[in-house]
């Protein structure tokens, strides 16, 4: 596949993902600000369904899958998501936790980091 191709399917994917952000900032908004849920939980549960989401347009619009077995496809998306969610909660708590940098501010960097595992993995190995 030619750079140009891997830098369009990069940029077709950050869309998908902003569609995913506004899905997960707007969660976990939600959890944490309006039902007082733990700032983590309300986090995961943010990334988990933006990652569903995401799985869903990636999969129709930015790599055309014709993958017939779906489960075994999404498994692999929602695997190398679960491992993001990891690092995202990661950076957040040394970025916001140990660094004091506010909460949102540092959620928005974990996202720019774990958008680079994303596409990576999901690049080679599930789509």
Known sequence: MTDRVV???????CAVGFSGMVVDFGTTWLCK??????KYVSNSL???????????W???????????NIPVEYGKFFLISVIGLGINNLVIYLLHEKMKLNFYLAKLFAI??????NFTMNYFFTF
């Open 7 to 13: 830098i369009w399917k990069f940029a077709k994917f």
């Open 58 to 68: 990636n999969r129709i619009w930015t790599f055309h899958s014709t993958n017939t």
């Open 33 to 38: 600000e309006k039902f007082g849920w733990n």
């Open 112 to 117: 720019g980091i774990v958008t680079i595992w």
């Open 46 to 56: 943010g990334f988990i369904l933006a990652a569903s989401n995401n799985y869903l």
